[in-house]
């Protein structure tokens, strides 16, 4: 069964550093999404793509967050300068219909 | 701005007991999606509502989606260990843009007792 891919799964980073996490979405999903999920909550949408497009960066701190999906395929998030209060799973999920599907996740601490 | 609520936060359950969980949103949704969360995981699809009134059944899990699409219920009757974890809906509507826009609730996190 194809799956949502991420990597890193676990990253530990010094605030002031630069992360960077990757996703490569189920084949021919053209929806895109990022997620943050801070421990106990539920996940708060980042940004949103439609193939190569932003359609929604509305929560994103843009200030030191980006993320691209420059063929409309695979995706990257990064974060720089990293913060502590950026501690947090990244979750990224492509949609099918009316299906998102998840993937694994990847685990931020900074510190 | 559009918000998507949950409730309880928390349940403990004897197992065997029932459990329902609540939601609801500011607007008026296009659809309602139910995911589930086990510890340390990601969440996993289970069930989407799309019509006003609507009642969908899953083995010992039943999902409704109000008559206003506004608000959703999820009830496990009998629960079992293997339903614990945490309980998520997603709402999906316009929310005043051009596309639509899938927002979660905070979940509920469901604890059951052997």
């Known amino acids: 069964e194809a799956e949502v891919a991420q990597s890193p799964r676990y990253k530990i980073t010094e605030k002031s550093q630069a992360v960077a996490f990757w996703c490569d979405p189920i084949?021919?999903?053209?929806?895109l999404y990022w997620y943050r999920q801070i421990l106990g909550q539920g996940p708060e949408l980042l940004v949103q793509f439609q193939d190569e497009s932003v359609v929604d960066d509305s929560q994103l701190p843009k200030d030191r967050f980006s993320a691209e999906r420059l063929k409309g395929v695979d995706s990257t998030l990064k974060i720089q300068p990293a913060e502590l209060g950026d501690s947090a799973m990244y979750l990224c999920?492509?949609?099918?219909?009316?299906?998102?599907?998840f993937g694994e996740g990847s685990w931020l601490t900074v510190v | 701005g559009q918000q998507v609520m949950q409730i309880p936060q928390y349940q403990h359950v004897q197992e065997g007991e029932d459990f329902t969980t609540y939601c609801n949103s500011s607007t008026t949704l296009s659809n309602i999606q139910w995911y589930k969360q086990r510890p340390g995981g990601h969440p996993v699809f289970l069930i989407q509502?799309?019509?006003?009134?609507e009642v969908k059944k899953q083995k010992r899990l039943t999902f409704q989606f109000g008559e206003a699409k506004k608000n959703s219920s999820l009830h496990i009757t009998a629960t079992q260990t293997t339903d614990v974890g945490t309980y998520f809906c997603?709402?999906?509507?316009?929310?005043?843009?051009?596309?639509?826009?899938?927002?979660f609730g905070p979940g509920t996190s469901l604890s059951v007792i052997p």
């Open positions: 509502l799309v019509k006003s009134g």
């Open positions: 997603a709402g999906r509507g316009g929310w005043e843009t051009s596309y639509d826009k899938v927002i």
């Open positions: 999920a492509s949609r099918s219909r009316n299906t998102i599907y």
């Open positions: 084949s021919g999903h053209a929806t």
